[in-house]
């Protein structure tokens, strides 16, 4: 079955920088698109930045400058370098992934988590 690994969270200092990853295993035929969520205490979840399998990018108007998503598709593996990190940064971060296993259907997974501290 699929699952989705997180990891790079952590506590920075405003204007710092860190790199989160996401790596899908399983039998998966593909992943289009694959990104990032996040979602403060008190506040809905909201997109990030999302990426195909070409390679098209899609942010939050929030993080546009400051955030670039990438993927490695031979291993099913996205990143997002966060720089210029901002307290208002600060929320657990979460992989998504709309998977396909060969067939038309399509099915949403999401990864458990990792979080991103940003202190002022």
């Known amino acids: 079955q699929v699952q989705l690994v997180e990891s790079g969270g952590g506590l920075v200092q405003a204007g710092g920088s860190l790199r989160l990853s996401c790596a899908a295993s399983g039998s998966i035929f593909s992943i289009d698109p694959m990104g990032w969520y996040r979602q403060a205490p008190g506040k809905q979840r909201e997109l990030v930045a999302t990426?195909?399998?070409?390679?098209?990018?899609n942010y939050a108007d929030s993080v546009k400058g400051r955030f670039t998503i990438s993927r490695d598709n031979a291993k099913n593996t996205v990143y997002l370098q966060m720089n210029s990190l901002k307290p208002e940064d600060t929320a657990v971060y979460y992989c998504?992934?709309?998977?396909?296993?060969?067939?038309?259907?399509?099915?949403?997974?999401w990864g458990q988590g990792t979080q991103v501290t940003v202190s002022s």
């Open positions: 990426i195909t399998s070409g390679g098209s990018t």
């Open positions: 998504n992934a709309i998977i396909g296993f060969g067939g038309p259907q399509k099915y949403i997974y």
